[in-house]
């Protein structure tokens, strides 16, 4: 399946803010599921775009706008063929694991992250899950059976920073949240797992998606699951980043000075095509300089001098950044 997709962030302000600086994670990588023919990024004010790998292995573009600004676009376009492998068989002919994992790749999967938390609620709903027995594909199943029975899918009742303990709480919550659930689970069982950001390609789906990858042992590796359709990944789903849970991967991270309030619309299109555009080939893969070195990653981190962190704070507000839907 060949698919285009198109995502455009506006971040608006109510006052002239002096700088922002982005990081955005928006590009599919080519894998054995899939292939990306390209990937273009813009964006307004144009300014430099620094390109480099993120711990995960995820593609950052990052860029800073240091002029006086109301709004900053952000628009890519990717172009991805699927041809995602069929787990099915294979998982139905291999057990359960009895034992945790012990895979040096995978064990930083097993553990608690910012999002995916450990407090009392999310440990009475780990210790209440059934220990799955027989195949993987039935183990896959009781997970899926688990998270429904704990979170009904509604809009606007959690947001982006929202943990599994909250959404838990709440009992509701969408893609994002029912992502962290099924990760919970999974740790909890022993089984590593991480989450998934990316695309669907679904009448009525406008937004960006969230799912899991759950590690099946050395042979098979990495198994898609959408807990939130509770079925296998196929076709129409396309990964541009993964991590621990949403704050390795969010779409767009960063921080701006000024005094003013900040708004923030998302528009995605996910598009079935038959073949690239005519005009794709037509320049280079960005209309903007594309850098190789991460000379603006070092403002996002923390820094350890309290004085400094004391200014920062009264200097620098964090970005809003879209929820996955």
């Known amino acids: 399946m060949l698919l285009r997709v198109d995502h455009e962030t506006t971040l608006a302000y109510s006052a002239p803010v002096a700088e922002t600086i982005i990081e955005v994670r928006k590009s599919p990588p080519s894998s054995e599921d899939q292939t990306v023919t390209s990937f273009r990024i813009r964006t307004s004010p144009a300014v430099p775009i620094t390109m480099y790998r993120d711990s995960f ?34 998982l139905a002919a291999i057990p359960w694991p009895q034992e945790p994992a012990a895979d040096m790749q995978v064990v930083e999967f097993l553990r608690t ?32 059976a688990a998270v429904k029975s704990r979170l009904a899918y509604e809009k606007q009742m959690t947001t982006a920073q929202t943990s599994v303990s909250d959404a838990l709480q709440i009992g509701r919550g969408v893609c994002q949240d029912f992502a962290h659930l099924c990760l ?33 042992n050395q042979e098979i590796g990495w198994v898609d699951i959408d807990p939130t359709y509770s079925k296998l990944v196929e076709q129409d789903h396309v990964v541009t980043a993964i ?14 000075k000024g005094k003013a309030t900040e708004s923030i619309n998302v528009v995605v299109r996910v598009q079935k095509i038959d073949r690239v555009p005519s005009f794709w080939n037509e320049g280079s893969s960005t ?17 350890t001098d309290l004085r400094q962190q004391n200014r920062s704070r009264q200097q620098l507000r964090y970005q809003q950044s879209q929820q996955q839907q």
């Open 184 to 216: 919970a689970a999974c740790r909890g069982l022993g089984v590593p797992a991480r989450y998934v950001s990316g695309y669907i390609s679904q009448p009525g789906e406008l937004e960006t998606h969230a799912w899991c990858q759950i590690w099946a």
């Open 57 to 90: 292995g995820n593609r950052v573009d990052a860029f800073s706008v240091l002029m006086p600004h109301k709004q900053v676009e952000i628009h890519t376009i990717s172009i991805v063929r699927v041809h995602r492998r069929k787990h099915e068989p294979s």
């Open 113 to 144: 992250s910012p999002l995916v938390n450990s407090t009392p609620l999310v440990r009475e709903f780990i210790d209440g899950l059934p220990r799955p027995g027989g195949s993987f594909a039935e183990g896959i199943e009781s997970l899926f």
């Open 243 to 256: 991590g621990r849970d949403f704050s390795d991967v969010a779409p767009n991270r960063g921080v701006w």
């Open 287 to 303: 209309r903007q300089p594309l850098l190789q070195t991460p000379n603006v990653a070092a403002a996002l981190a923390p820094t």
